[in-house]
């Protein structure tokens, strides 16, 4: 089984909840892959630009940034979500069962507290910079960190999740117990 299938394969999708935040982590793959999409075409508008026409668009730069941000912080969501997420689970496969399903907590548990601080900080950083306006395409500042805001809220919202099903017995993950 492939990390993809084995990542969607650890939610039941039997309850509403779970295809409520599969529904979720589909929104935010189609906005992550049409962000890559819009990135690849505005920078070969660029290289034509720069290299055919003599005249740089000095707009993409700028909304390049922007797109980084909406790919990395939504992709890093549905990662959490899918379970595909970075992780070192060399420590987790030699350790008992049980002790294997509490390092799976503590990672679901150190994943919550630092979503809530993504949410916490890039909430008050987006407040803070929306009166200001990006240059070169004028658009909102805090637009920057909004996609760490909405991504640390999803992966909150999918840390706590994945602990839900652990209390219920319902979390199908390998590194839990087999």
């Not at 929104?27 to 630009?49: A, D, M, Y």
């Not at 969501?77 to 420590?91: D, F, K, Q, R």
């Not at 150190?110 to 601080?117: D, E, I, R």
């Not at 987006?126 to 240059?135: A, D, R, V, Y």
Request: hydrophobic share 55%; with cysteine.
């Amino acid at each position: 089984m492939s990390d993809a299938q084995e990542g969607t394969a650890a939610t039941d999708s039997g309850s509403g909840l779970d295809r409520l935040l599969d529904a979720i982590a589909a929104l935010c793959r189609f906005i992550t892959g049409v962000s890559l999409v819009v990135l690849t075409v505005i920078f070969g508008w660029l290289v034509f630009g720069r290299y055919v026409l003599n005249a740089t668009p000095t707009w993409v730069e700028q909304a390049a940034l922007l797109l980084v941000m909406v790919i990395a912080f939504l992709g890093a969501a549905v990662g959490v979500h899918e379970h595909t997420h970075l992780s070192v689970s060399l420590l987790r496969g030699l350790v008992p069962a049980w002790l294997r399903t509490v390092f799976v907590v503590a990672t679901d548990l150190l994943l919550a507290g630092f979503g809530l601080l993504m949410l916490i900080y890039g909430g008050q950083l987006t407040l803070f910079k929306w009166g200001s306006l990006i240059p070169l395409i004028g658009l909102p500042e805090g637009l920057r960190s909004l996609p760490l805001t909405v991504g640390g809220g999803l992966i909150v919202l999918f840390s706590l999740a994945h602990l839900w099903r652990v209390v219920q017995g319902r979390d199908l993950r390998r590194d839990t117990i087999e």
